[in-house]
């Protein structure tokens, strides 16, 4: 067999796998959007914000079940973060979803919240202590569990 037919049976045999590592994965590769769906909960960008007077982020984002039944969500608190522009990444000091708050001195791994059908909840997610030089959060990642497999976690990343 020739050169040129070894090359092209072999990028013949790898086109599938080349297609599917160019469009990725949305619940684990980063995505420059305010909107994200994964497993069936939409993830929307309300504000992303950081006070310079105070050295303090805030991000605001809606979760909705689309599902037509209501689901646990449990989301790892630890693993959520806010990354700024400058690559700094940042652990929250308050997360509320809904009328749930966590703080970071609370030492709780996850936070459960059971998501309605159809229903917007609002997540915000505080940090303290930025980086002086940082402008603006650039992204967030959100990790919570995968409703099909327990003890599987997806990552949801949500750019400003």
Same mark, same amino acid.
């Given at each position: 067999? %020739? /050169?040129h037919? %070894?090359?092209?049976l @072999?990028?013949l045999?790898?086109? *599938?796998? @080349?297609?599917?590592?160019?469009?990725?994965?949305? =619940?684990?590769d980063?995505?420059d959007?305010?909107?994200?769906?994964?497993?069936?909960? #939409?993830?929307?960008?309300?504000?992303? &914000?950081i006070?310079?007077?105070? !050295? +303090?982020? +805030?991000?605001?984002?809606? /979760? +909705?079940?689309?599902? =037509?039944?209501? &689901?646990? @969500?449990?989301i790892?608190?630890y693993?959520?973060?806010?990354?700024?522009?400058?690559?700094?990444?940042?652990y929250?000091?308050?997360?509320?979803?809904?009328?749930?708050?966590m703080?970071?001195?609370?030492? #709780?791994?996850?936070? !459960?919240?059971?998501?309605?059908?159809?229903?917007a909840? *609002? @997540?915000?997610?505080t940090?303290?202590?930025?980086?002086?030089?940082?402008?603006?959060?650039?992204?967030?990642?959100?990790?919570?569990?995968?409703r =099909?497999e327990?003890?599987?976690?997806?990552?949801?990343?949500?750019?400003?």
């Amino acid at each position: 067999m %020739k /050169l040129h037919s %070894k090359l092209y049976l @072999l990028i013949l045999c790898m086109a *599938p796998v @080349l297609a599917a590592a160019q469009s990725g994965n949305a =619940a684990t590769d980063p995505v420059d959007s305010t909107t994200v769906v994964v497993d069936s909960v #939409q993830f929307d960008v309300v504000d992303f &914000r950081i006070d310079s007077a105070t !050295h +303090t982020a +805030t991000v605001e984002i809606t /979760l +909705t079940n689309l599902k =037509a039944d209501p &689901r646990e @969500l449990k989301i790892n608190v630890y693993g959520t973060q806010l990354v700024d522009d400058q690559r700094n990444a940042y652990y929250f000091s308050t997360m509320a979803l809904g009328q749930v708050l966590m703080r970071f001195t609370d030492r #709780q791994n996850y936070l !459960h919240y059971v998501l309605q059908p159809r229903t917007a909840v *609002p @997540l915000t997610v505080t940090v303290e202590r930025i980086a002086p030089d940082a402008k603006r959060i650039a992204v967030t990642k959100v990790v919570f569990e995968d409703r =099909a497999e327990v003890g599987r976690f997806l990552d949801v990343y949500l750019g400003n």
